[in-house]
């Protein structure tokens, strides 16, 4: 047992002022002269480094070890909806790839649910060692009961140090149960991820909302498990060539059973508002005529976009009312926007400027798009709209590597 | 119909910031509140009262303040409501605190139905509720949209996946998870608030549990360990770029691809 604990013979009262102070939850309180540590405590230890020394004590007790050598491997959940591969699983097959070689391990997917054998072969495009498939009419759907009890034979039979899963909607119903089931840590949205040479996983993600990154290690269990969101990882190369197998797995039938029965299956239409648009492409005055909408369109459909603008193209009857960004329209918060031609009035800017990532290109080296830009392009969009078209499209038709 | 609620007190504000030099976290006061995704699961669970009867009991896990998201679900219409409260529960990750939750949730009977809302605004890992799901070994459905019927043995939902809705039917008793917007949640009542002024809120410890093994929880049941905590990298760099329309373009183009927008 690992405990807090207070040499109280070290006490006096301007120590405990101190003590009080140092604690940012409030949970060390002044009971007659001594120190008592409530409920509110969360054993983040900065009484013991930052308080007066020695008063406040960590005492460790070592936790019996286990043998880390009986888990190895990096394993991926390979999210999907019918078969369709989730593109995250690319993603995070590119990083357990990584982690793997730090310590020679390899790479091993999980593909869970109905009529998906076949669908398991474009994985050995991506340098997998091994896929291990549960094909079962009872996987057909979601339903998270047999997804984890899968999810548990292929853990107990191949006994992975480290499980990456992707954060989606099916990923952070699955990792929980799966983790809990094995008692095993898991950190949610992970956005880097590193290996240290004894295969514990280094975790870091983003805590108290995004104001501090926290080091998550998980040194006493295995597996140690993961997620990290969509676009988070980098996907390796797709090969030319196939590596790696498949294995289809057997698991008995009564481990399969669920008290969810899914009734109805209906696809989502596609958003239409800006306002959740993770894209978006916002047109300003520097637009000429209506025809050089086409340009923008093409942009647009090209990176998936949305396309807004100022007030002005509204008026100029370009694009509808509804596609206005502004405080007279609507206020946006994509994960990127890319203005063409807005000079960047006040009005224009509190619609947007909470934006991840924004690109702006101006013919004016003094507009004031510049100041909120985290990329800023002096220059005509009649001459860069086009080249990157150009490029976009290169990318695209880019094949696979040898 | 026993309805089963969880709730977190969280800081008032996500502003939190780490001295660059110390590591200490800067809160600011003791501005505190109730989860703001909980108010909807609230909310549900008065609709369904209000539709098919039963009781609604809340049930928390913190410091003794904590007490004070309990009786605010009273002033909503909760019934019971009982907080988790013990210095042994310290530092828990998700696996010692959906444990430490659903030790308690027996403690405080049986129930057909357990709402959660779908992620706190401090934590934001979203993983408690199914795993308190998974300790209780209950079925569990996240992000549900709405209720669509409710049925002697069982209930239908709607539930949200990333390109499709789906109408799933589980039997209880069993776990929600309910997006914001399930329902519109209502004010605190000053109404309620003076009937239940002197209604008990229930306090468990670690002694109260029918596991009182220690190092199952706090941060001697918490497989995680926070190695650091650091401020994030200063990402407020602004770039400006000039030069031909051609060299400007290949730039963007090579940009979006590095920041997977291509």
Redesign the interface.
């Known amino acids: 047992?690992?405990k807090?604990i207070c040499n109280q013979e070290k006490v006096n009262e301007s120590i405990i002022e101190e003590l009080i102070k140092?604690c940012?939850?409030?949970?060390i309180e002044n009971k007659n002269g001594k120190i008592e540590?409530?409920?509110?405590?969360?054993?983040?230890m900065?009484c013991v480094?930052?308080g007066p020394s020695g008063v406040m004590e960590f005492v460790e007790e070592e936790v019996a070890a286990i043998d880390k050598s009986l888990w190895k491997g990096i394993g991926v959940y390979v999210d999907h909806?019918e078969g369709e591969i989730?593109p995250v699983t690319m993603e995070l097959i590119g990083k357990a790839k990584e982690l793997a070689a730090v310590v020679g391990f390899p790479v091993y997917c999980v593909f869970i649910g109905h009529n998906i054998t076949h669908k398991a072969e474009e994985l050995l495009y991506y340098g997998v060692d091994e896929v291990f498939v549960y094909d079962n009419e009872e996987l057909k759907?979601?339903?998270?009961?047999p997804y984890?009890a899968a999810f548990e034979d292929f853990v107990a039979k191949v006994k992975p140090s480290s499980l990456l899963v992707g954060a989606?909607?099916?990923g952070?119903?699955?990792?929980?149960?799966v983790?809990?089931?094995f008692?095993?840590?898991?950190?949610?949205?992970c956005t880097k991820l590193e290996m240290k040479e004894n295969t514990d996983l280094?975790?870091i993600r983003?805590?108290?909302?995004?104001?501090?990154?926290?080091?998550?290690?998980?040194?006493?269990?295995r597996p140690q498990m993961a997620t990290v969101r969509y676009?988070v990882m980098?996907a390796p190369e797709k090969s030319c060539n196939q590596s790696g197998k498949i294995t289809i797995c057997e698991i008995d039938k009564s481990k399969l059973t669920?008290?969810?029965?899914?009734?109805?299956?209906?696809?989502?239409e596609a958003e239409e508002s800006i306002s959740d648009a993770e894209?978006i492409i916002a047109v300003g005055r520097a637009l000429k005529t209506e025809k050089d909408m086409e340009m923008v369109k093409e942009l647009a459909g090209?990176?998936g976009a949305r396309i807004a603008g100022t007030r002005p193209l509204i008026e100029s009857g370009f694009i509808g009312a509804k596609q206005q960004i502004g405080l007279s329209g609507r206020t946006v918060k994509p994960?990127?926007i890319i203005t063409l031609g807005i000079s960047g009035a006040v009005q224009f800017t509190a619609g947007m400027n909470g934006s991840e990532?924004i690109?702006a290109?101006n013919t004016d080296?003094h507009a004031s798009i510049?100041?909120i830009?985290?990329?800023?392009?002096?220059?005509?969009i009649?001459?860069?709209?086009?080249?990157?078209i150009?490029?976009?499209k290169s990318?695209g038709a880019e094949a696979c590597i040898m | 119909m026993e309805i089963l609620v969880c709730v977190k007190q969280v800081p008032g504000t996500t502003k939190v910031e780490v001295d660059p030099v110390t590591g200490v976290l800067k809160r600011d006061g003791v501005d505190s509140k109730m989860n703001p995704y909980d108010l909807y699961a609230l909310e549900t669970a008065l609709r369904l009262k209000e539709k098919h009867g039963g009781t609604i009991k809340v049930i928390s896990m913190g410091p003794p303040q904590a007490a004070e998201v309990i009786r605010e679900a009273y002033m909503m219409g909760a019934d019971e409501g009982a907080l988790i409260t013990d210095r042994k529960f310290a530092g828990a990750d998700v696996l010692a605190t959906s444990y430490t939750i659903s030790q308690g949730v027996r403690k405080l009977g049986s129930f057909d139905l357990i709402l959660c809302g779908k992620q706190t605004t401090d934590g934001d890992t979203a993983q408690v509720g199914p795993a308190m799901a998974e300790n209780l070994n209950i079925p569990h459905i996240a992000n549900v949209l709405s209720i669509i019927e409710m049925k002697e043995k069982s209930i239908v939902v709607e539930m949200d996946m990333a390109s499709t809705v789906e109408i799933v039917e589980v039997q209880f008793p069993c776990l929600l998870t309910v997006e914001k917007g399930i329902f519109q949640p209502r004010l605190p009542s000053y109404r309620k608030k003076l009937i239940t002024k002197d209604r008990e809120v229930k306090m468990i410890t670690l002694k109260d549990f029918d596991d009182k093994n220690e190092k199952n929880y706090g941060l001697n049941g918490s497989p995680t360990q926070v190695e650091r905590i650091f401020p994030p990298d200063a990402n407020s760099d602004r770039e400006t770029w000039t030069g031909t329309g051609e060299q400007l373009g290949h730039k963007m183009a090579s940009k979006l691809k590095t920041l997977k927008f291509i």
């Open positions: 047992m690992s807090l140092v940012p939850f409030h949970a540590v409530n409920s509110g405590c969360k054993m983040c900065l480094k930052n909806l989730h759907d979601f339903r998270v009961e984890t989606t909607t099916i952070r119903s699955l990792a929980p149960r983790a809990t089931r008692k095993t840590g898991l950190t949610a949205d280094v975790q983003p805590a108290f909302g995004g104001n501090i990154m926290a080091q998550i290690i998980c040194p006493n269990t676009k980098n669920s008290k969810i029965e899914v009734l109805k299956v209906t696809k989502k894209v090209l990176l994960k990127l990532q690109f290109i080296p510049f100041n830009a985290h990329y800023g392009m002096v220059g005509d009649y001459e860069i709209v086009p080249k990157l150009e490029d976009i990318f």
